[in-house]
């Protein structure tokens, strides 16, 4: 019952990786949890980082070298994470940034044939993102102007409303548990006399989740959903077990791991299936243990209200945070370089600065080359890394990155529909679940015109305020995950799916509602698949002193950061450890100043003593239910 709020909030923010989610260039992927340690000195402190040592302040008198030159690769969080790190890094150099997305830095939006703004997925901000809330502040941005209040969300069978996740951190004693039959008045007034509040108190994890999800589901009785009691003991052992534990875990399919800890068919076919379907794209008997691990930890084991999430208030990721961004980075005082329209054909790798880079540049149909280059970060996703190792035979040689490259990426579709009158729903984030029509695929539908109602003529392609703006309808944008069976359907039919069957299954006003426009995105093998055995395969943050990679499926070691699973926060703080990396390595003794990281809320204690105790008991015991 604790995994009530997966449902929802961890299927509605399924594309947190920012562009990283499934634009052409990059993708998002779920990243594993690593030992919590201290991070880099803060950007702007006293101390300046020495290249031979970037955890201590140190002081060089090697002399001064010629200019650095560096590319970051991708232009997703990860790629602008990396270029922000090295563009403050209070060095002397040359940043450019490539990206095959025609712009980006979000100036320019990406329209439907008829001028209405669209996007590839609607993506989340969690309620840990504290280095993206730090990004709003320094560029001078209103958290309340750029985000929604954090929402609830649906989630939506064949058999209608199956639950429903609240948003905890402004819950009620009476929102959660008034309605509990019998005993509902006399815990109302326990908790509140206890706590002296009306406000649900933050309860330590998981039992905050148990008391607060009760009244949520609808239909799965409460002895199914008790029946992942033991899924969160294997949790606890996995993510707190050394790299040996986690590859066990990882040569495990979800599906065996849920059967050797005996949980409910009903629970897996009707909760857990459907939401990995939504948050890794496959159904469990295609997935990694360890992936489902991680993201379990973070729905159920973290802080009670760890799983609330906002939005997007107006406009596009891009255009509310990624533009202000590049064009701070592109001013006069950094000088960033941004080259969009732009395909890698090849990386060369060389002794010193000897490492070149040439690309197509679509916008002209000409191959250029940037040479003398003292290093790159590849911040790409799985289609991307796989474009780039291919063509070129240095980095082929490299079995780190030849192990990346191997991994296969997933279908998705991504749709927006335009109707001529508001629906009403329950949430404005919402899950498909067991539908037949999905053919397979995952799938989710969020209300634009709630999230971002103060922006609905912008929605609708229109300038400014428009006195009539009362005739605009919902505007729905709906994923498709795991999409192979839908990809090769004309994108009408993909459209009829939603609108004649689906929509009015889950919200039956849907179907007086009628289509006026619609746009169809189909993005193949664009997000990354964590089979088992995956582990193993995805890049590391560190590969050459010259060459680092970054993105939300990196593996960054002892720089591990505590965000989970396809995020944007992981994939931000990437960049900066990359960046960081990449400075130490690469300037030969000269200062530089390390781009702050800011870490997580630390785990609760119940969860260290958790990790303390069961190292000690799997110590005697052995761990039969892995391989």
């Known amino acids: 019952m604790i995994a009530s709020h997966v ?50 302040d140190a002081t060089t008198t090697a002399p001064p070298t010629k200019k650095k030159k560096y590319v970051v690769v991708g232009g997703g969080w990860g790629g602008w994470g990396a270029a922000k790190a090295l563009c403050e890094g209070d060095i002397d150099a040359d940043v450019t940034l490539i990206d095959a997305l025609p712009d980006p830095t979000g100036k320019t939006p990406y329209l439907s044939p008829s001028g209405k703004p669209v996007e590839a997925g609607t993506r989340g901000f969690w309620k840990d993102y504290p280095n993206i809330d730090a990004l709003v502040a320094e560029l001078g941005l209103e958290e309340d102007d750029v985000f929604t209040p954090f929402t609830n969300s649906s989630f939506y069978s064949p058999d209608g409303l199956e639950a429903t996740a609240p948003v905890f951190g402004e819950a009620t004693v009476d929102g959660i548990v008034g309605g509990i039959p019998i005993v509902g008045d006399a815990l109302k007034g326990a908790i509140a006399g206890i706590s002296g509040s009306d406000e649900f108190p933050m309860l330590p994890s998981p039992l905050g989740q148990v008391l607060a999800t009760i009244p949520y589901f609808e ?87 760890s799983f609330d999430v906002r939005w997007i208030k107006s406009g596009t990721v891009s255009d509310s945070l990624i533009q202000p961004l590049a064009e701070r980075l592109m001013e006069d005082k950094y000088r960033l370089k941004v080259l969009g329209g732009c395909r890698v054909k090849e990386i060369t790798l060389g002794d010193g600065d000897r490492t070149s880079l040439t690309y197509l540049d679509t916008q002209v149909g000409e191959v250029k080359e940037l040479t003398d280059l003292d290093g790159v970060i590849l911040a790409l996703g799985c289609q991307g890394m796989q474009s780039v190792v291919s063509s070129s035979p240095d980095l082929a040689q490299l079995p780190e990155l030849s192990l990346a490259a191997s991994l296969k990426g997933i279908d998705v579709i991504s749709c927006r529909l335009y109707f001529d009158r508001k629906v009403a729903t329950r949430s404005p984030a919402n899950v498909f679940s067991r539908f037949e029509e999905l053919r397979g695929a995952g799938g989710t539908f969020f209300m634009l015109d709630q999230l971002q109602e103060e922006s609905l003529p912008a929605l609708w392609g229109l300038d400014g305020e428009r006195e009539d703006e009362s005739s605009l309808g919902s505007v729905v944008a709906c994923d498709f995950y795991n999409a ?28 007086d509602a009628k289509l006026v426009d619609s746009w169809v995105g189909k993005y193949p093998g664009v997000v990354s698949w964590f089979s088992p055995g995956s582990y193993a395969r995805r890049p590391p943050l560190e590969v050459l002193p010259n060459v680092k990679c970054a993105g939300d499926w990196v593996k960054m070691g002892e720089r591990e950061h505590g965000a989970k699973g396809l995020c944007q926060e992981r994939a931000f703080v990437s960049g900066f450890e990359a960046a960081n990396s990449l400075m130490r390595d690469t300037l030969g003794g000269e200062k530089y100043q390390a781009h702050e990281v800011i870490p997580v809320r630390e785990d609760e204690q119940q969860f260290k003593l958790g990790i303390e105790v069961n190292r000690k008991v799997m110590s005697v015991l052995p761990r039969f239910w892995t391989r």
């Open 7 to 56: 449902l929802l909030l961890h299927a509605s923010a399924l594309l947190a990786g920012g562009a990283e989610a499934f634009a052409p260039s990059s993708s998002s992927v779920v990243a594993r949890r690593a030992p919590r340690v201290p991070s880099l000195p803060p950007r702007g402190a006293a101390e300046e980082v020495a290249a031979d040592d970037a955890l201590e």
């Open 484 to 511: 192979g069976g839908l990809m090769s359907m004309e994108n009408d039919a993909v459209v009829r799916i939603l609108t004649d069957e689906l929509l009015p299954s889950a919200v039956p006003k849907f179907a």
């Open 219 to 305: 239909r799965l009785p409460i002895a199914d959903r008790a029946s992942m009691v033991g899924l969160l003991l294997a949790t606890i052992d996995c993510l707190g077990g050394d790299e040996e534990t986690k590859q066990e875990y990882d040569r495990m399919t979800a599906h065996e791991l849920f059967l050797r800890f005996n949980l409910s068919e009903r629970l897996v076919n009707d909760f857990l299936k459907p939401t990995l379907l939504v948050g890794l794209f496959k159904p469990p008997e295609e997935l990694s243990a360890l992936v489902v691990m991680e993201l379990l930890y973070y729905y159920a084991l973290a802080h009670q209200d």
